[in-house]
């Protein structure tokens, strides 16, 4: 069974009019893979990976591969806002981001069936998109891994991840070996180092010679660290006209060891996405990196409309 890639841009689509509390944001131009399968088994139906933090669609490549295999329909992974390929811009808000997936689904002619699926900080955006009225008229389910919509504080890690980068950047190192050295101050786990490391390339100097530089933007993003803690609307519960409800099918994916899903805030997730159901596996918080075949497995269930939940 043969799958085929490509990379499409997206138009830009500015939007202004108003939604609850806050004035939606223009979308930005964002740039996607899609995967197509060989046999097309649900030809009314997609499904829309949003990566996390400092990732990329390239993260999603191989699974995205698998999801169309098996689920029979096209699998679209993008570049987030400010990530990968993706323009620079502020905010760097979960409304915008939002705005970018209903943009996508516009160009791309996904009117219904659309299962949107985001990990970390595409967790939360999936979220938003779910929530929101005004876009989630052509969504059948929604599935966020190992990330709720609770606001808080952005851990201080991923500033110094920042100031890391821009430590590299300024050294003007020309081996990922001699970067990799940079970030090991702040980080010492060698496979997340490697996982920052994927938004590295070659920028020219202007003498001839090449450096290495990150493709993310790092002081927009140093500005807008504390949005990523935050979610455009009001937390429940209660559940009040500021805080909506997705009564659709919605799954949580929960690592075992990591603390970003937890007894404190499954109520959120509950209050927002009265009908979801939670699936806890074996791993850190990059779930579907060390499970791919049981992240997988949830998920293709999921969509096919089985019960996965596995709380006891």
Known sequence: MSLRAS?????ASLKASAVRTYTRPASVELVYDVFEPAE????????????????????????????AQ??????????????GMSPAVQPHGYAGMAEDIAALAQKTGIKS??????????????????LNKELNSNLRSMIAIDMTAATGKVAPIFMEYINAMREVEAAK?????DADKIMEKVEPDVAIRQFLLTNVLN??????KSYLAFRVPLDIMAEEIPEIGGFPYTQPPPVTEDSPQWDGPALFIKGKKSPYINRKN??????????MQLVTLDTGHW?????PAQTTDAVAKFIAGERVDNRE
């Open 7 to 11: 990379t499409r841009p997206l138009s």
């Open 40 to 67: 097309l088994k649900n030809p009314d139906q997609s499904l829309v990976l949003c990566h996390g933090l400092f990732g990329s669609k390239q993260n999603w490549r191989s699974l995205a591969k698998g999801f």
């Open 70 to 83: 098996r689920l029979g329909m096209p699998v679209y992974a993008l570049d987030m806002r400010n990530h």
């Open 113 to 130: 069936g659309m299962n949107l699926l985001g990990h970390s900080m595409g967790g939360k955006a999936v979220q938003a998109y779910a």
């Open 173 to 177: 190192v020309s081996s990922r070996a």
């Open 203 to 208: 920028k020219d100097d202007g003498d001839g």
């Open 266 to 275: 499954i109520p959120v997730c509950e209050a927002y996405f009265p009908n």
């Open 287 to 291: 779930v579907h990196a060390e499970q």
